[in-house]
């Protein structure tokens, strides 16, 4: 569970993220969650939730960071995100109090996943700052279905990774024409990450779109590599796991 801070700019994000006994910030604990719109990240871990007092208990070495060693290394082909693996992954023990990096510019850590281990609650804040963001524009694509399409977009950016838990949905987002939809999608994967992996959404959905229409979703990506109208690293990605079949 992340709470976003209020005083968050374009720049710099901060958030408090409360970790439940054994929980952890991927979707799975065997995978590493990808940030490539972060240029840096530190954590800073508070320590245990102390129900009978004011202030933390000591957590000592009880929340595990596996993290990737470089930017590039291998992910699933339906996913955005990393399996653990010890031949492109790190992994260290944490204790509370101490500031340590979970992402780094030279790329450690952009796939990354924090392992509470412990049989308590602990709460820790991250603070990341951002890569340039580019602005999303959508407008010219919606001109035909403006006002349903756009709510249609606007339901997936407020529920991030959780539409897929809602088949209806995802149903009535994919309705539209792929003409329409890959460009917008693509657009969207500029959107601010908010904690509910919004950008790993439009990526997933873009692979949904490619099970029947491969060879247009792979055009569209190739365009937005060469205009660079969206963040590099997704647009790699869907063009390594598009082609890999060929």
Known sequence: ???????????????IIVLPPHGFTADRIDLLSPHPEARKARIKIFGKINPTKK??????????????????????KSSAYATYSEKYCGRQLKSWKNWF???????????????NISDEWVIVLLEKDLLDQKTINIV?????????LQEKINKIEQSGDEIFRNKALISEALQFPDEILIPIF????????????????????LLKLAKNNKDLVLKEVKQAMTLK??????????????TKNY
């Open 140 to 148: 010219p694509h919606l001109k035909k279905l403006p006002q349903l």
């Open 55 to 76: 202030g933390f208990k000591p957590l000592i070495k009880e929340l595990r960071f596996d993290y990737s060693l470089t930017r590039n290394i291998l992910t699933e």
């Open 229 to 242: 109208t969206a963040p590099n690293y997704y647009l790699e990605d869907l063009e390594r796991k598009l």
């Open 186 to 205: 693509i657009q969207m994967l500029n959107v601010q990450e908010t904690g509910k992996h919004e950008n790993c959404t439009f990526f997933a959905l």
């Open 1 to 15: 569970m992340k709470k976003r801070n209020k005083l968050d700019n374009s720049e710099v994000v901060r958030r």
């Open 101 to 115: 990096y979970v992402v780094k510019e030279n790329g450690m850590g952009n796939f990354h996943n924090l392992i």
